[in-house]
Nanobody, 129 residues
Framework: QVQLVESGGGSVQAGGSLRLSCARS????????MAWFRQAPGKEREGVAA???????TYSDSVKGRFTIAQDKAKNMVYLQMNSLKPEDTAMYYC???????????????????????WGQGTQVTVSS
């Protein structure tokens, strides 16, 4: 059974940084598509960043240049480094993974939440002004 567990959320002031971690277990395949989503109260879940096991990340326009998605295949970890945080980044952040098979072209930050089968429980990020 695939499990995703996020950690690293917290409260920071605007301009600060946080690094979120996602530990993946029970996923025995070398190919994967992992993503970070976020959801603020009253808003839809939004894709922030995505990465394919063999490639680099893609980002939503709202975080491009500030956030970086990274992976450690040996540790089955995916990270989201968030710099220059803004109050509008405040949200619950979720780690997600696609089920196999998937198309590489679908592994993007712009793909919707319904494309992802596996989800973590979320970690809260709060940015104060």
């Amino acid at each position: 059974q695939v499990q995703l567990v996020e950690s690293g959320g917290g409260s920071v002031q605007a301009g600060g940084s946080l690094r979120l971690s996602c530990a993946r277990s029970g996923y025995t395949y070398n190919n994967y598509c992992m993503a970070w989503f976020r959801q603020a109260p009253g808003k839809e879940r939004e894709g922030v960043a995505a990465v394919y096991s063999g490639g680099t990340g893609t980002y939503s326009d709202s975080v491009k240049g500030r956030f970086t998605i990274a992976q450690d295949k040996a540790k089955n970890m995916v990270y989201l480094q968030m710099n220059s945080l803004k109050p509008e980044d405040t949200a619950m952040y979720y780690c997600a993974a696609m089920a196999l098979p998937f198309l590489l072209k679908d592994c993007t930050a712009g793909n919707g939440a319904r494309a992802y089968k596996y989800w973590g429980q979320g970690t809260q990020v709060t940015v104060s002004s």
